[in-house]
């Protein structure tokens, strides 16, 4: 069967299996989706992954790869059918540099602003707030980043529109604001607006549920 | 004009379109310049005082202000990685990934596990001191022994010729021994690592590579005084 040839072991909650399975579904490739309890990692996905023991992990004809931009690049290079990355080598270069910037700049400074408190959490703010300004200028005007349709980069940010939402609610700080961010804001909701994009997230109430657990764990933790 | 006057005007035209901004040690720039001249690709080399950074390099990287940053025809291509993807996809001779998907999937895997992992964990282990540098070091050898595994039946991580990982990891052949130099330990021996540094010979050794080897004696140099900054930063435990 042409599912058997390619299985993708995730986590509902991980953003970086949910760029995959964006990649695969906007590619229309068919897949065995192997979920992972990430408390207690199978010996496959530690077989498959024995360097970092994360997810993503994409296997196809029993090659595993791993790292979520790698495995997109993959993909794209496998199944030529609505490409990914465009044509032009600078345009490709340029589709780099953002992917990794998003995962360089914006999202470790998303991730303090969500874990810490007072002084710290207010640097942590400012700083996701200046890289989603910067993250903006990547746009260039356009509707999504891959032009008049999705791209590699799109995937790549994409999740932190639903993110930021709704870590948003649960730290009480609007990170992107249509004032301050209108391109940036309008391009999350058409983002998210996309059918095959709304119909791979995770159960949104279930993810929040999850996240307030988890920033109630976080603060805890610091505290003591 | 005369024929040889035509083709220095030619190669003038073509040096300006490709200019390298670069300091003349860093990883990230070496290798970049590497690449290039593995290509045989002329470029023109604009050298940055990183203490005092030009105007240029600010306008072109306005948000990492970094070396190194290529200007191809007036663009601007940042992230030494990113620089080397776009380097073989514009100059098709002597290519630096593999054509096969797994196989560049694979290589871009180890070349970002260097720079996520390796790098940081090298840097680490120079920089601390006691307690904290002896687990600094144990950390570096784990890393290193992956890296280490790659290289079995193979001269270079490309095979039989230089690649991408071979590039990322080219800082290692020339750093490396710098570090143990300067902090008094040894990070790799003979018994664990023989593959790494038969590999660190074959790189330094290599033609074009050897070319733009950083002289010893100013690494030892520069890197004795980020070592006594940093160290004298730190209390030791």
Redesign the interface.
């Known amino acids: 069967m042409a599912e058997d040839s390619v299985k993708l072991l995730g986590n509902w909650v991980s953003p970086y299996s949910l760029k995959v399975k964006w990649a695969l579904k906007l590619k229309g490739i068919q897949y065995q989706y192997v979920e992972e309890d990430l408390q207690n990692k199978s010996p496959m996905l530690l077989q498959y992954n024995p360097v970092y023991k994360k997810i993503p992990v994409l296997v196809h004809d029993d090659k595993p790869l791993a790292e979520s931009l790698i495995i997109l690049e993959y993909i794209d290079e496998v199944w030529k059918q609505n490409p990914l990355l465009p044509i032009d080598p600078y345009e490709r270069a340029k589709a780099r540099f953002w992917a990794k910037f998003v995962d360089d700049k914006c999202v470790p400074a998303l991730m303090a602003a969500f874990s810490k408190k007072g002084e710290e959490q207010e640097r942590a703010v400012k700083e996701a707030h200046e890289n989603l300004k910067i993250l903006e200028s990547g746009l260039e005007g356009k509707r999504f980043f891959g032009g008049e349709t999705i791209g590699f980069v799109d995937i790549a940010a994409g999740w932190i529109g639903c993110s930021v939402q709704m870590t948003g609610e649960i730290i009480g700080i609007n990170l992107i604001d249509a004032e301050t961010m209108p391109l940036l804001h309008s391009w999350f909701q058409d983002f998210l607006e996309i059918p095959l994009i709304k119909e791979c997230l995770p159960p949104q109430d279930k993810l929040l549920e999850y996240i307030k657990e988890l920033h109630t764990k976080i603060l805890t933790a610091a505290s003591t | 004009m005369s024929s040889s006057a035509m083709v220095t005007a030619n190669q003038l035209i073509i040096m300006a379109e490709l200019k390298l901004f670069r300091t003349s040690s860093s990883p990230f720039v070496l290798r970049v310049v590497w690449a290039l001249d593995l290509k045989g690709i002329q470029y023109d080399n604009i050298f940055e005082d990183l203490s005092n950074k030009s105007s240029l390099l600010l306008q072109y990287n306005p948000?990492y202000k970094k070396v190194p940053v290529l200007v191809?025809n007036g663009?601007p291509?940042?992230?030494s990685l990113?620089?080397l993807?776009?380097i073989d996809?514009?100059w098709k001779q002597t290519p630096i990934l593999p054509e096969d998907?797994?196989e560049?999937?694979t290589a871009?895997?180890w070349a970002?596990?260097g720079d996520d992992k390796v790098l940081p964990s090298i840097w680490n282990a120079f920089i601390k001191q006691g307690k904290d540098q002896e687990e600094a070091i144990v950390t570096a050898q784990e890393n290193l022994g992956?890296v280490e595994r790659q290289l079995t039946g193979k001269k270079f991580f490309n095979g039989e010729t230089i690649g991408l990982v071979d590039l990322a990891f080219g800082w290692l052949a020339n750093l490396l021994s710098v570090f143990e130099e300067v902090c008094g330990v040894t990070l790799i021996d003979h018994e664990k690592f023989p593959l790494l540094l038969e590999w660190i010979q074959n790189f330094a050794d290599a033609p074009i590579i050897k070319e733009s080897w950083p002289p010893r004696d100013k690494l030892i140099t520069r890197y004795q005084a980020f070592h006594e900054v940093y160290t004298s930063k730190e209390a030791p435990k």
């Open positions: 948000i191809h663009k291509l940042l992230e990113v620089i993807e776009y996809e514009i998907p797994s560049r999937a871009r895997f970002k596990f992956c």
